[in-house]
């Protein structure tokens, strides 16, 4: 995917230091492979970088492409690193683009109210007796009032109540949701609504089992996503998340000791079906092996997964191949 050159070893340079050295001030979210490139959203393919290392990321990014995979890295970076005035558009340079950044960042944050040039929404704050209290610009406005209050998961609807009061978006509000809290009938999620459904959680490694209120808790818990517990506990799906789901009304203690653990997808190094690699001499000869790419990049950079692919000839230097399809020097491209 990347050319073997300088500027890829630089900018994993950068990408390694970023990981290893958390930085407190400003950050920027960067995709180690661009999402354009076919990345992902997963955490092994996020780093966080400072504005300056995110707009130097981003030039290293047009100089270790080729083809149309560079055309679409050098759109992305004219993108970054121009912006507009009366006579056209100037170069920022990566001095520029960070205080810039950091300026529209503060900004941001002191000024969020709605209006064309933000996205904060107005959140609505109701008594549990169904009166409108007060009207706040956003979220922030009101935890800086009630600190340690989740107003954000109750304005979503993942909780009843925070600090004591109903909160909902404003673009979501109905004076019929005023008549619904009236007579204790709104509709919430959580494990403080009554018409919560409680929810087994399985795990197929050592058959653990845990019980949660709601499918909310059952998500924060064990960080599966909601519509795949949903999926999972209504048998559409063998599991999420790694775990099986069964609601309390469907949960059979006889079924857990019949799973099947290889039909349980898990990720990393647990996962039970996870594809062991090797990485390789110029001559193909093993001289390592690791349970999983995820493992294997613990230790080394580069894009394993592609190589292993078939993708790239090698990957941070090294030659990849999953064990399965591992054939000796047949495995090295030249």
Known sequence: M????????????????????????????????????????????????????????????TEITEGLSKLKMLRAWNFLNSTRDIDGFILLGPKRYAKLKKEYSNQLSKNCRRDKNFNAKVVLQI????????????????????????????????????????????NKFHPKILEEIQSNSFNIKGGNNPRSRAIYCIDPRNKNIKKFNSLTEASRDTGANINGIVAAASKKYKSAGGFIWRYE???????????????????????????????????????????????????????????????????????WCYAKNYKGKNNVKN
């Open 2 to 61: 990347f050319l073997e050159n300088n500027f890829l070893e630089e900018y994993y340079e950068i990408i390694e230091n970023a990981k290893k050295n958390k930085y407190d001030g400003y950050t920027e979210k960067h995709h180690i492979i661009p999402r354009s490139l076919g990345g992902d959203d997963n955490k092994d393919n996020l780093v966080d970088l400072t504005a300056e290392e995110h707009y130097l990321c981003h030039y290293l990014l």
């Open 127 to 170: 008594s549990k007796d169904g009166e409108i209290i007060k009207e706040w610009a956003c979220i922030k406005d009101a935890n800086d009032k009630y600190p340690g209050a989740d107003i954000s998961a109750c304005a979503r609807g993942d909780q009843h109540t925070a600090a004591g009061f109903v909160w909902i978006f404003k």
């Open 249 to 319: 009304e469907d949960f059979n203690e006889k079924e857990i000791k019949d799973i099947d653990l290889e039909t349980i997808s898990r990720k990393g190094k647990n996962c039970h079906r996870s594809k062991k690699i090797y990485r390789l001499d110029k001559y193909g000869n093993i001289l390592e092996e690791f349970d999983s790419a995820t493992e294997a990049l613990k230790k080394y950079k580069g894009a394993i997964r592609e190589c292993c692919r078939g993708i790239t000839k090698t990957a941070g230097g090294h030659y």
